[in-house]
């Protein structure tokens, strides 16, 4: 009998077992069928909330409180019909089974994202528009209940791409609490195709947390964590303002630095009744570099765009402040102002040998900035300060990864003029292309190709960041451009023709040095004003137009002398051979030595006579030395065999009319000198 | 006729002298000036200097007269006025055939009071004071007599500058 009975219990309960999970089953199942039916009613709801239109593949119901949403995709409205916003291979929804049983109420406790992808980059996002959209999604998620967010590989792309290659990856988890306060912690990581090695050193930690508002969100703790890399920041956000106020560190502080907390937060947390916070401790390690400190930003979201009203800090005690907007309307529209000691008084300010201003005006369309840099500055050459402006004006700027660690830069155009001391320079560089290497977090090293003029520039150099100013060495040559092009930079070269060739080396460390060689070949000078008062004086026409094999010289400017040395000129008429020094307090020294050539001599009847009463003399040298200031320089003719005999043979009122016509001539050729 | 026209010129020329009679009296101080200067009164002749250049400033010897009370002032010992009175006299007179003597007094001050800045502006002033072109000469040298009756002599070679008052050497500027 108890056998039966058990036999007969073990059956029965393996029927009901079997009919319970049918039944559970047939539940399920009716669910999933109910929600499917339902679907263009869950689409219509989630489309309110996203406030675009929202799209699903198919819905199954997850016991016992989940939805699964397959194929979730946000669809964005523009003039060519849908694009493809975002799409997720899964969301799992869970809900308060508790408050759907006892209130009727569907309430979401989870969401669960696993690899949303968004194709599109839109920057209008950054706008009043897309500002105003997020926090709208933001408040439809407070409804006074707990809600769990995970975002798992969220893919968001660096720049729009057919192919994905170049995106940024996004692990997130937020918790938003009952009285809409939001933790949110998790990691950015950039994903480059041609670095995927690196993409766990470009890595981003970040932790959040604030509260979110009818009109925005205030922050009470933001930080940012890299390799070398530590953000500390707290602000608010309302309305169309933006306000942010922190530091920024080299590495993960270890010491202890209080910093200042800004007034407007304590009285939002004295308005919500919450106790005040101690201050932040902040622990600073001593070997710290390039730390950011006294961070303030206040942007304004205005309709098309971003308006930076203020962005300062302290970058290694320099105060530097940013301003401008961003218009996403259309093609980017740029115009930013970066200055540092923005606060200074301008008398000072414009004495501060670490003062600059520097200005970014343009328009960014396909990846490509068209558009002006320019930076005014104070520079110290020769151990004087002059106010100086460099302005670049570019067109098809871009930039392009290129392999581990390498970014190439690219333009098709740049105009880059250089005002000092009231004197204009400029060049036109073309198809600029440079090879930017990143050898460590604290230098980079750049190689570049370009036109310049009829002729071309390639160089290499270094920037090191490792402390301000940044060290910089660079070496450039220029190959075969026409020097007289070149007259819009040095204006000496407006009377040379040839083609002119030059190894230039710079360095800003110890102190700044440029160095190099030059030379023109194969070329003539065009009427130059000694040439020509000598062509006058000894009836020798050819010296007005006096074609050259070779003109060289080695040149060195540096805080103490700009020098030229190992001056040669080799033609067919003469040769010149000598230096020229002009000294930090503008005193120059040189000496010159010019030696007519025998078919110059025949050619001037004046010096053949001369040359024949000067039995003993068989060349025609001209040695001189120059001295005084650079503007008014004095000159002395040197001793030489010629010179003895011409002074022997002049009676001495007409030596000393040859004295009046030559210095005439000096202050004539030296007062024009620039 | 004859009578009458010669009244009338002697009329003129009393009109004349007496017309001339305020440049006669700077004329009379600075002489007096310069005679005490040749038998080294010059405390003496510096207070005749010093009414015409305080009295006379339209005078045509107010140049050397302020000069050379710039010149008195150094050589008592007092920088602080021969400072003054240089300084105002390359102002008032900048096209002045004194003023290399006069800078270069100021340069002996600058360098007295350890004035660096002050001693490199005015030595690039003496230097640049004439632009020389030596073609059968060595040097050229530019000479002045004082109202302290004091021979000033600046010679330029190619690559120095020599001040000399009455013939020792003053001041050498190289460059």
Known sequence: MGIYLRKYLSKFLFFTITIAILLILVCFY???????????????ILSRYFQQRVAIQTIHYQPFNSIVLEGLTVLKTDASGYRQLMSAEKTRLTFSLIE?????KFVLTDIYLSKPVSKIVDYRYFSKMGLDKFIGIVNSLLINQNLNIVVEDAVLPLYEQDELSDYIVVDSKIDIKKKGTILSRGSIVIVLSSEPQRSAENKLDYNFTGNFTRHGVVIDNLELEQENLYLKSWGELEGDLFRLSGSIFSVRPVGTYYLRRPKFLDKIEKFFGRNQKTATQIIIPSMSSLNIFDLGCLVRFIPDGVSVENLSFSLQDMPIRLKGDILFSGPIKLNLQIASFPSQPLPERLQNPRRFDLEIDGTMEDEKFNGRIRLDFLAKIRAKKSQETIEANLKNLSFYPVSDNRLGLIFKEANISCLANNNLYSILVEDFNALVSIANKKSLSIEFLSGLFDGSMKGIGSINFGQIPFKINFKINIIEVSANKLSSALAYL???????????????????????????????????????????????????????????????VNDEIASLKDITLDSNELNLNGYFNILANDLVSGKLSLIFSEQLLDSSAKLKRLLRILKEVSTVNFDFQMSGLYQNMNFKWLASDFKNGLQKLLPAGRARNLEQQIEDAVANITSNME | MKIRSIIILAILLLSLFFARDGYSQDKELYNKATKLARDKQLDFAFSYLDMIVNIYPKSSFFENALFSCGEYYFISGDRSSAKGIFDKFIALLPESKAKPFALTY??????????????????????????????????????????????????????????????????KIPF
């Not at chain 1, 009716?30 to 263009?40: C, D, I, M, P, R």
């Open chain 1, 30 to 44: 009716s669910a999933t069928v109910l929600l499917n039916s339902q679907k263009n009613t869950i689409e219509a």
């Open chain 1, 100 to 104: 759907l049983i006892q209130k009727r």
């Open chain 2, 106 to 171: 100021l340069l002996k001050i600058a360098e007295l009071d350890q004035s660096q800045d002050a001693v490199d502006n005015l030595q690039k002033e003496i230097i640049s004071f004439k632009q020389v072109s030596l073609v059968f000469r060595d040097f050229k040298e530019y000479s002045y007599l004082s109202a302290l009756n004091k021979e000033y002599k600046i010679v330029y070679f190619i690559d120095r500058a020599e001040i000399y008052i009455d013939g020792d050497l003053f001041a």
């Open chain 1, 494 to 556: 407006s009377k040379v023709y040839g083609k002119l060739s030059s190894e230039i080396s710079y360095r800003n460390y110890p102190n700044t040095n440029l160095e190099g060689s030059l030379s023109i070949s194969e070329g003539y000078l065009d009427d130059l004003k000694f040439f020509g008062w000598l062509s006058d004086f000894f009836s020798m026409p050819q010296l007005r137009k006096l074609s050259f094999n070779k003109i060289s010289a080695n040149f060195l």
